[in-house]
């Protein structure tokens, strides 16, 4: 395994990030595909045993279930805390990112993780609803009591993120260090704002939809799997481009084939060569990531990046909100 620092922060996280979406009681209202506490400790004490070091989730998903089943299984397997590095965040609930909200759900997150601290607190979403001064110092508070040792920002449009940037500067209030964005080879829309401005502060991309649902593992639209038949939430991502998306992932297969690799190790090598730190895999089978793991050691180069990348066409945005 490989490391790498996130921003300007001393956190050393594996370039290699556990998806927490994965973990969590299984329902109808959320997901139905989701790892019970079992299979959830093996999943993460196999990624601990390849040297993944790196773990984000969230407050809303399983409605709070993947927090505790990931901090009952590391209490479990006895993996010191500072072996880890745990990721949430905040915004799918009361009060988005009011300063009320922050300092309720970073608690419940802490209590649910078993643990009295978070390396990385992100806000899900940007919160049209509460004045960015508000979130923004907020969140500093977390930083200075010692609760969150640094702060992330999810989806947003390139200005949001940015006028964010500025609000913590013009105030002497702690930065954003990382960005979770949509980012794969089947969608690329951050590249012509949010990314520059990432860029621009030194942000850590640790994008979410690494392997765009699954659609960049496999040759086949619909892979069988009990997240292809439910997830809504992927069909509305990845179906309405569903031609150009079949053609990318054709030279992704094709080139997988040309190296002797999976599917898999070219789409997030991928990654490395766009100057991600640490995509998120979303994994229900150990052998998920005993292949993730191995795209670190994977070089790209220029020619397979342009043969990966000519073809795509915009899209519309899936994540960033309107409103």
């Not at 745990?86 to 609930?93: E, I, M, P």
Request: glycine share 8%; aromatic share 10%.
């Amino acid at each position: 395994m490989k490391f790498t620092k996130l921003g300007n922060t001393d956190i050393t996280v594996s370039q290699i990030c556990v998806g927490g979406m994965s973990f969590g009681e299984a329902s109808e209202k959320f997901h139905q595909w989701t790892l019970d506490q079992g299979a959830t400790q093996k999943m993460i004490a196999h990624a601990y045993e390849l040297g993944v070091n790196f773990i984000d989730t969230a407050n809303c998903y399983s409605f709070g279930t993947s927090e505790e089943y990931i901090g009952q299984s590391l209490k479990n397997l006895g993996i010191p805390r500072d072996k880890v590095v745990l990721a949430s965040k905040v915004y799918f609930n009361d009060g988005k990112l009011s300063s009320d909200a922050i300092a309720r759900e970073i608690d419940g997150t802490l209590k649910r993780l078993q643990t009295d601290y978070l390396d990385l607190y992100q806000i899900h979403r940007f919160d049209y609803s509460t004045p960015i001064e508000e979130t923004m110092e907020a969140l500093h508070k977390l930083v200075q009591s010692g609760k969150v040792r640094a702060i992330g920002a999810s989806a947003m449009y390139g200005y949001q993120f940015h006028n964010m940037q500025i609000v913590a500067e013009q105030n002497g209030w702690t930065k954003f260090s990382t960005m979770q964005n949509h980012y794969n080879l089947l969608y690329r829309e951050d590249e012509r704002e949010l990314i520059p401005v990432c860029r621009q502060y030194n942000v850590s991309l640790i994008p979410y939809s690494s392997l765009a649902g699954g659609h960049l593992t496999h040759k086949a639209w619909e892979s069988g799997s009990k997240r292809s038949d439910t997830d809504k939430v992927l069909r509305d991502k990845y179906d309405g481009d569903k031609e150009n998306n079949l053609e990318i992932i054709d030279r992704v297969a094709g080139l997988a084939e040309r190296y002797g690799v999976t599917m898999t190790q070219i789409a997030l090598a991928w990654h490395y060569t766009k100057g991600v730190a640490a995509p998120i895999v979303g994994a229900t089978k150990q052998s998920h990531f005993d292949d993730a793991v191995k795209a670190v050691d994977l070089k790209l180069t220029a020619d397979d990046v342009k043969y990966l990348e000519e073809i795509y066409k915009p899209h519309r945005i899936v994540g960033a909100l309107s409103e």
